[in-house]
């Protein structure tokens, strides 16, 4: 067999039917066999300095794993992202590699890149369907770290403390673990089964999940530093307050955050309503603001439920939107209708106090703003109704505030997130924060390299501690 690859493109992804998926909840993406595998991990030059490896925030050591590939020898594989990523499996399957390790890849000048992401999902779903092997337990420090949220950022500060023999606690809100994983992220892009899995493996690492503990009611930071014995503290409380356009209708029945929308659906799984207990109501048409992945995910997941009709409403133009390319094709494939430069002004209400519209306003891009994106600005008098009779509102979210108003002598910036030096270390003793409570909403790779270097920070404090 030739040990080289030269195809200019990626080995395409087998994927289930826009048609058939638009209407089920199964993963999209279906994942390479271990052919497909083999063809793609071919393509990687092998560089002596891999730039992709420069673009990975947890620096998995790309070309070795994917010589492991070329070699068939899978265990080998994830033996080593393993090494640096303790979620691979929903790495290889959300993170955006476009932008990070792929954008770096050599082939990407003259091609497309290696499908790094692909390859690392399939070294991780090779060891779920083979039994997931755990490190052996170090000696135990005799030390404890509190983790608050379990998130990617809390789960892997976690991860990275156990390893090195800390005795770790992770409180968690939600009867679930796993932050956005669990309850933001449709399944369709994420298996629940998945995150749950890699959640396990965390656990077997030696740390403790504790569920139901809103922190900040039920204990404060410094009831776990004074009280409850912990040594250091890690603050991964994300970003999930959403946000709101602030115009008149938004009170009417039917509208809706994305947040609560997909938290009905995704953790408490309104898809099988009457037999789970949350309900949720989706018309049948219904429209989606905002143009990031939260709006894909709304949009697509209202299809799922069986709208007919789902529009985005974005305000720039489609060159803008922050969306990952690959979730804009899906949702279009599946019959998402894009309403580009386009602003909502209105909802309208019918006499019962239900949604039947959404007065929007035309736009043109004018001069850049702030954020180097040239700014929309409304083209007078172009107003127009679209009937609608469900509205989510995908535009954004703020920190999650419960946890930290309650904690004293904690920095935040000006936008309410926590202030950190470049390893997470906050104005407080023994205390410390990453992922989306720091940088605002992000990305699940930027929350767990946070956790990364965090753990590695408290585990100095506690040795000179
Ligand atoms: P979170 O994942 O938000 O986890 C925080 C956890 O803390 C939650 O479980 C919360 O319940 C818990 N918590 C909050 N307050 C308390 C408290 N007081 N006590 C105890 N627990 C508390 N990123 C990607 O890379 N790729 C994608 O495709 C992608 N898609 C996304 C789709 C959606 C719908 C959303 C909402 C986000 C998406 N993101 C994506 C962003 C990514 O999920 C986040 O950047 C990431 O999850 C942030 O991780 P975190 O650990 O900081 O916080
Ligand atoms: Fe392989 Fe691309 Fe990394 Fe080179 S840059 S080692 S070709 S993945």
């Known amino acids: 067999m030739p040990s080289i690859n030269r195809s200019k493109t990626k080995t395409p992804m087998p994927s289930q039917d826009p048609e058939e998926r638009s209407r089920n909840f199964n993963e999209v993406a279906l994942g390479y066999a271990k052919e497909d595998a083999i063809n793609e991990a071919m393509r990687c030059l092998n560089c002596k300095k891999p730039t992709c490896v420069e673009g990975c925030p947890v620096h998995v050591q790309i070309p070795n794993f994917i010589k492991h590939i070329v070699e068939e020898d899978f265990e080998g594989a994830i033996k080593v992202i393993k090494e640096t990523n303790n979620l691979p499996a929903i790495c290889g399957r959300v993170c955006p590699q476009e932008e990070q390790c792929e954008q770096r890849c050599v082939l990407a000048k003259r091609g497309e890149p290696v499908g790094i992401g692909r390859l690392e999902r399939f070294a991780a779903d090779w060891e779920m369907q083979n039994g997931i092997k755990v490190p052996e337990k170090p000696a ?15 789960l892997t500060c976690a ?11 992770v409180f968690e809100a939600f009867h679930e673990p796993g932050g956005v994983l669990i309850y933001g992220i449709p399944e369709f892009r994420l298996p629940k089964a998945i995150v749950r899995q890699e959640v396990e493996f965390i656990k077997k690492l030696g740390v403790e999940v504790k569920t139901n503990m809103v922190m900040g009611q039920v204990l404060t930071v410094d009831d776990l530093l004074e ?5 250091a503290v890690f603050i991964g409380t994300g970003a999930g307050l959403p946000k709101f356009l602030n115009i008149p209708g938004e009170n009417y029945l039917g509208v809706y955050s994305a947040n609560e929308f997909l938290t009905r659906i995704n953790l408490m799984k309104a898809y099988n309503f009457p037999e789970t207990d949350t309900p949720v109501k989706v018309g049948k048409k219904v429209a989606v603001v905002g143009g990031g992945n939260v709006a894909m995910d709304a949009a697509r997941s209202a299809l799922r ?4 009709e789902v529009h985005i409403i974005y305000r720039r133009s489609e060159e803008e939107m922050p969306a990952r390319k690959e979730e804009v094709e899906h949702a279009k494939e599946e019959g998402i209708i894009f309403n580009f430069l386009t602003n909502p002004v209105r909802i309208l209400g019918d006499e019962n106090g239900w949604v039947k519209g959404i007065e929007c306003i035309r736009m043109e891009l004018g001069e850049p703003d702030a954020s180097g994106r040239r700014r929309p600005v409304p083209v007078k008098g172009s107003e127009f109704v679209l009937e609608m009779d469900t509205v989510i509102i995908a535009i954004g979210t703020g920190p999650n505030p419960l946890l930290i108003r309650a904690t ?8 309410g997130y926590i202030e950190t030096d470049e390893n997470g270390k906050t104005s407080k003793e023994g205390v ?24 590695q920070s408290i585990h100095e404090y506690l040795q000179n501690k």
Not at 432 to 455: E, F, H, N, S
């Open 432 to 455: 410390w924060a990453g992922g989306d409570i720091v940088t605002g909403a992000a990305t699940v790779i930027l929350a767990m390299g946070a956790g990364k270097k965090a753990a």
């Open 408 to 415: 004293e002598g904690i920095k935040l910036n000006k936008y």
């Open 227 to 231: 009280r409850e014995g912990y040594d």
């Open 305 to 308: 439920m069986g709208a007919q």
């Open 159 to 169: 991860g990275d403390l156990a390893k090195l023999g800390y005795e770790v606690t």
């Open 140 to 154: 135990p420090r005799g030390k404890k770290v509190a983790v608050i949220g379990s998130g990617p950022a809390g």
